[in-house]
């Protein structure tokens, strides 16, 4: 006899799933000794359930394939609709799993029972539930949502009474190909028409572009008629930074410089361009056209921008009707643009013998194998690593920026080491998002993942402070997370920490940390100062150049 619990690992394994985050409930043990004996897939077991959902997300994001997790009823389904709604707005497939109470009892006042269906509608793509006799093709069919059109996540409620219930049902299917449909090809006549006239065009790109797998495609086109690039901060290592046609990544660290470019572009060229991180209208003038590439609709707002044309299909398609074009000479200045860029940077680069966020940075970029992992949270230092952190493919630098949430670093660092156990994994995090999960360290030491924990310690939430002060309110009111360091002793949870206030120090622990075989935490004391005349710039220009 095959149970519930039983077809239901065999399926998540079929489908591809390697681990499945949670923390179990009395009613999830059967699935649990099911996981336990089908091979090829595991239980992890996390410190707290929106960690589970943050792993998940990045497992989708990293293998393509979905990330699971569950969570016991009412509590445990709240605490885990934080991660999931990371998969939804960062874009990444996600099978999320909760209790549910059985038939007879789902609409009774019952202890920790909600309507979890209700609850996760707004939070994911699709939301269903597992049923004996049905449970291979509902998984599949959640599995094949997920992975579709726009990945995200999908809820799977499962009963509390069916788990070693026998289920049968036919051999298991094999997950299906997304359905791929090509633009129009009056949308694809629009866009080369919009390309042909335009003198000074800018290309952007976002998250879809990141998954594409099309980086190659986009550098031909790039090259063939020279078109400045600009990036959205989680479409990082789609063109390495010292391309002479890079400009650099919206609305994070001095996004103003960047501005002085594309104010200047007579249309916006959009590649997998997702408003989830910033919109349209946010940065592109009104009177400038714009070219929307991808496999969803342009999002905007046409009352007061001009959508030149809607490409809505595969990319990559659409990218060798716009490739076919006769190459342009553009007017741009590359010298100017080049000129602007190194203004960019050198305003990022580190005081000599300063030890403040930027310091920190670029000794990690020094010391991290240029193809190893970087996680980092939200916060003033996300906005450096935004626009400062060489990144030559889009999986080696893993942010949250569609649901921006605090707490992502270190379970995301978890799973990229979970998924990617070859490269080295680091995490930067500030005081803020380390409170929030750093139980999950417990996590990273019982797996022995060899991880560099790097906490950016000011003791405060800065970029609310810095929000304060560009409004003229009392900065530090409500912002300060504790009075003296945060560790204060040579381990946290079993796992080394080395403080350092300097940057020969730091540099020591750095070798130190990854000559190491576990996780190590490294305490960088810091000031939050240098953050001030960096973020929160906007995306419009302030300033002009003599080179302009």
């Known amino acids: ?255 103003n410089i960047v501005g002085q470019t594309h104010s200047q572009a007579d249309l916006v060229i959009g590649i997998g361009y997702d408003p989830v991180e910033v919109n349209y209208e946010d940065w592109v003038p009104p009177s400038v056209p714009i070219v929307h590439i991808s496999t969803v609709p342009a999002d905007l707002d046409t009352n007061s921008h001009i959508l030149a044309a809607d490409v809505v299909g595969d990319m990559e398609t659409s990218l060798h009707a716009l490739i076919s074009l006769s190459s342009m000479k553009t007017k741009w200045d590359l010298e100017a643009l080049l000129k602007r860029k190194q203004e960019m940077f050198a305003a990022l680069t580190p005081a000599k013998g300063s030890f403040g966020p930027l310091a920190v940075l670029q000794g990690l970029r020094q010391i991290l194998p240029f193809d190893g992992i970087l996680t980092c949270d939200v916060g003033a230092h996300l906005h450096l690593i935004g626009q400062f952190w060489p990144t030559p493919e889009p999986d080696c630098l893993l942010m949250t920026n569609g649901w921006s949430s605090m707490g992502f670093a270190i379970p995301a660092a978890i799973a990229a080491k979970l998924c990617r156990p070859d490269k080295k994994v680091a995490c930067v995090v500030g005081d803020g998002g380390f409170l929030m999960t750093a139980g999950e360290l417990a996590t990273a030491l019982r797996l022995g993942l060899h991880i560099v924990f790097i906490l950016l310690s000011d003791r405060e939430l800065s970029l609310i402070r810095i929000k304060q002060k560009h409004k003229h309110y009392k900065a530090g009111y409500g912002t300060l997370l504790f009075e003296q360091d945060l560790m204060m002793s040579e381990t946290f949870l079993g796992i080394p920490v080395l403080t350092v206030s300097d940057p020969i120090a730091y540099r020591a622990a750095l070798e130190k940390s990854f000559s190491l075989s576990g996780p190590v935490i490294i305490q960088a004391k810091i000031s939050s100062t240098e953050y001030d005349d960096l973020v929160l710039k906007g995306n419009r220009v302030q300033r002009k150049f003599p080179y302009l």
Request: glycine share 8%.
């Open 1 to 255: 006899m095959i149970t519930v619990a039983q077809r239901f690992a065999e399926t998540l394994r079929e489908i591809g799933v390697r681990y499945i985050f949670g923390v179990p409930s009395g009613s999830m043990i059967d699935y649990m000794e099911a996981i336990r004996k089908t091979q090829g897939i595991d239980f992890v077991l996390v410190s707290h359930e929106a960690g589970a959902g943050f792993m998940a997300s990045i497992c989708g994001r990293l293998t393509r394939i979905p990330g699971a997790c569950f969570a016991t009823f009412g509590p445990g389904a709240t605490n885990v609709s934080t991660g999931i709604g990371a998969a939804l707005l960062d874009r990444n497939p996600v099978l999320v799993f909760t209790d549910e109470m059985p038939k007879e009892k789902r609409h009774r006042c019952v202890q920790m029972n909600i309507d979890h269906k209700a609850l996760f509608k707004p939070l994911t793509k699709w939301t269903t539930r597992l049923m004996p006799g049905k449970v291979g093709e509902t998984l599949f069919k959640a599995a094949s949502i997920a992975v579709k059109t726009l990945p995200g996540p999908v809820y799977v409620g499962v009963p509390s009474d069916i788990g070693s219930r026998e289920s049968r049902e036919q051999d298991l299917l094999v997950l299906a190909a997304p359905e791929i449909r090509q633009a129009s090809p009056s949308a694809v006549k629009a866009m080369q028409e919009s390309v042909s006239k335009a003198k000074k065009p800018v290309l952007v790109m976002g998250i879809l572009a990141a998954q594409s797998n099309l980086k190659p495609l986009i550098q031909d086109v790039i090259e063939k008629f020279h078109l400045p690039v600009v990036l959205t901060p989680m479409a990082k290592g789609m063109v390495s930074e010292d391309h002479p046609l890079y400009v650099g990544v919206l609305n994070h660290a001095l996004a």
